[in-house]
């Protein structure tokens, strides 16, 4: 596709249910981040990949999150036990360059919100 | 540690008028500076980059963004705005190799309403 896809776009989770987040990110892009936007606040930044290495995991906020991206192209955010403070839009990123983060493309987003 | 301070949660303008949206910096060494719109229920969208060179920076849309290194600030702005550029914007700032995270920082966002 020609942008960044991310699916679903809305999630609604039972507290203590595991849940996955996927994103298809422009083709070709080798850098991939995630950030998470809680209602009101900037994108916090969770976690970076550089094609299929995770280079930088210092922003994922438990063990309960673990995100991966096997073959360099598509990956998934998944949370494990949510929380009602899990509750956030979660934004992925692409980029053509491979340095840790130049302009970005970012997709629409998933909302979650934890029961 | 890098952080980014956007001081209003809402900016009022009419339609013609020149906008500002402020934004502030603190980071370690040269910053490599941002600036991204959120319109609704669409992703975060590229405006414009500083790097290094001119303190003015051209951007999409008819933007632009003023580096001042003295005042650690990087103010967006726009000679004459119309309805469509009320939006979410926000500022971000990463550090170079040198000092400063690689992974950039966002601020909390501004509204900006502009008024037909």
């Known amino acids: 596709g020609a942008g960044v896809s991310q699916s679903p776009r809305y999630k609604v989770a039972k507290r203590g249910q595991d849940v996955a987040l996927r994103c298809d990110p422009i083709?070709?892009?080798?850098?991939l981040f995630w950030y998470q936007q809680a209602l009101g606040q900037g994108p916090e930044f969770l976690t970076y990949?550089?094609?299929?290495?995770?280079?930088?995991k210092s922003g994922l906020p438990s063990d309960r999150f673990f995100a991966e991206r096997p073959e360099g192209s598509v990956s998934t955010l998944k949370i494990q036990r949510t929380q009602q403070e899990d509750s956030a839009v979660y934004l992925c990123?692409?980029?053509?360059?491979?340095?840790?983060?130049?302009?970005?493309?970012f997709g629409q987003g998933t909302r979650l919100t934890v029961v | 540690a890098q952080s980014v301070a956007q001081p209003e949660d809402q900016v009022n303008v009419a339609e013609g008028n020149p906008l500002t949206v402020k934004c502030t910096y603190s980071?370690?060494?040269?910053?490599?500076l941002f600036w991204y719109v959120q319109y609704p229920n669409r992703g975060l969208q590229f405006l414009l980059k500083?790097?290094?060179?001119?303190?003015l920076v051209k951007g999409s849309y008819g933007f632009e963004a003023e580096f001042n290194k003295s005042q650690t600030s990087f103010h967006l702005k726009k000679p004459s705005a119309l309805v469509s550029d009320s939006a979410l914007y926000f500022c971000?700032?990463?550090?170079?190799?040198?000092?400063?995270?690689?992974?950039?920082?966002f601020g909390r966002g501004t509204s900006l309403i502009v008024h037909p």
């Open positions: 971000a700032v990463r550090g170079f190799a040198s000092g400063g995270s690689y992974i950039p920082t």
């Open positions: 990123a692409s980029s053509d360059k491979m340095d840790r983060f130049t302009e970005a493309f």
């Open positions: 083709s070709g892009h080798v850098s």
């Open positions: 990949f550089q094609n299929e290495a995770q280079l930088d």
């Open positions: 500083y790097i290094t060179g001119d303190n």
């Open positions: 980071v370690s060494g040269n910053p490599y």
